[in-house]
């Protein structure tokens, strides 16, 4: 049944890594600005004159920053790199219209945090429910690859919205670059909170991790790291659906879910 899906949710989606012919079909409107999101932000001259290429070469691509997607109020904050060329780059949501989104929503589906197993476009019908979907970087980077001082200007967007986002018990964040981002975004120190697969962390108040639970109750909020759900890892098995399913479905016990 999921294989059946899968192929129909890659025939003309992209999901299977393949290009969409998008020729002629309009551009998605910019969002609104808000104080966690600015859809003219140029402060990172490269990745601005990059998204100004993306937008010559394909005029129908959303390509501007990426706003974050999923409910108003959340407790589940899901946290991710950065927008991809041919996906979020080119629908304007985060983790859809390529392969890196296929685990994501599935599992998101599986565990009843999402309405669809299935995102295509900024404007189909799926709903988030409890979770929203975050990036360090709004703008999609040259090689999925954002540098260092990128990824610093933009936690102020980051920062924002994770102080916005007051009901959030857990972030989870996928891969190291997101884990990084959350604990600078929280003003905490990396030496503290070590990345891994399945780790999980109390944050604040001196907190602390650990390889095996943290228990309910230690903190106000807590960060569980995540494989990136990219389609290398994936495809090279680095994160199995089942390992994936077993870290949001922790992230949503923690969250009381
Ligand atoms: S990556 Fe973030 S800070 Fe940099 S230009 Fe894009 S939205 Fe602005």
Same mark, same amino acid.
């Given at each position: ?25 309009p ?5 609104k ?21 993306s ?19 959340p ?15 080119? =629908? ?7 392969y ?17 197993? *299935? ?7 799926l709903?988030?429910?409890? =979770? ?38 857990? *972030? ?9 981002? *959350? ?40 960060? *569980? ?8 890892? =994936? ?23």
């Amino acid at each position: 049944m999921v294989e059946k899906r899968k192929k129909k949710a890659a025939a003309g989606s992209g999901l299977d890594g393949r290009r969409v012919d998008t020729r002629g079909m309009p551009r998605p409107p910019a969002p609104k600005r808000t104080p966690s999101y600015d859809p003219a932000c140029t402060r990172c001259p490269r990745l601005a004159e990059f998204l100004a290429e993306s937008h010559k070469r394909y005029p129908e691509y959303f390509a501007r920053p990426v706003p974050s997607f999923g409910a108003a109020a959340p407790k589940v904050a899901i946290v991710g790199l950065a927008p991809g060329m041919h996906g979020a780059n080119r =629908t304007g949501r985060p983790f859809t219209g390529d392969y890196a989104g296929v685990l994501l929503y599935e599992t998101l589906h599986e565990l009843g945090l999402a309405s669809s197993a *299935v995102s295509t476009s900024a404007d189909d019908p799926l709903k988030l429910k409890d =979770t929203r979907i975050l990036n360090a970087v709004k703008c999609v980077p040259p090689e999925n690859k954002p540098l260092p001082d990128e990824i610093r200007a933009c936690n102020a967007y980051l920062k924002t919205e994770l102080q916005e986002l007051t009901r959030v018990r857990v *972030v989870l964040a996928l891969g190291r670059v997101a884990h990084d981002a *959350v604990l600078m975004a929280e003003g905490l120190k990396r030496s503290q909170y070590e990345f891994g697969h399945g780790r999980e962390h109390a944050l604040g108040n001196g907190g602390g991790s650990a390889k095996g639970s943290v228990a309910r109750g230690d903190a106000a909020r807590y960060l *569980v790291d995540s494989y990136h759900c990219s389609r290398y890892n =994936t495809q090279t098995r680095v994160l199995t659906p089942e390992m994936f399913k077993k870290v949001v479905a922790r992230a949503c016990e923690l969250a009381e879910l």
